[in-house]
């Protein structure tokens, strides 16, 4: 069983930057190869993977936000972030971690490879 917990989501226009935070829990590195991601729902729209990073430090972004963002973890804090900059109207949506074991699914922005989901965290973008 793994827990994360979403943190960081404001109101901010259009050009501007945010960084979400999500704190891991009831696993330990040594044990698994994890896998963590940000999804995100937009109102009307389906759950999207936004960007994922392997238990190797590799990452992978969905197309709409490459060069925008970042995704990064520290793996002795179990945190998870995701850098956020020129943020646009489309980007408003509720942000959630995942995380799970390597493997469940080849797309790491596929949300049938993760069991273990946050509340979320509320971003919106005003133009």
């Known amino acids: 069983q793994i827990e994360v917990e979403e943190s960081g989501g404001a109101s901010v226009q259009a050009g501007g930057s945010l960084r979400l935070s999500c704190l891991a829990s009831?696993?330990?590195?040594?044990?698994?190869?994890?896998?963590m991601a940000w999804f995100r729902r937009a109102p009307g729209k389906e759950r999207e993977g936004v960007a994922a990073v392997h238990y190797n430090g590799v990452t992978v972004y969905a197309d709409s936000v490459k060069g925008r963002f970042t995704i990064s973890k520290d793996n002795l804090k179990n945190t998870l972030n995701l850098q956020m900059n020129d943020l646009a109207p489309e980007d408003t949506a509720m942000y959630y971690c995942?995380?799970?074991?390597?493997?469940?699914?080849?797309?790491?922005?596929?949300?049938?490879?993760?069991?273990?989901w946050g509340q979320g965290t509320q971003v919106t973008v005003s133009s």
């Open positions: 009831g696993y330990t590195y040594s044990n698994y190869a994890i896998v």
């Open positions: 995942t995380a799970d074991r390597e493997g469940r699914d080849k797309d790491p922005l596929s949300s049938s490879g993760y069991r273990y």
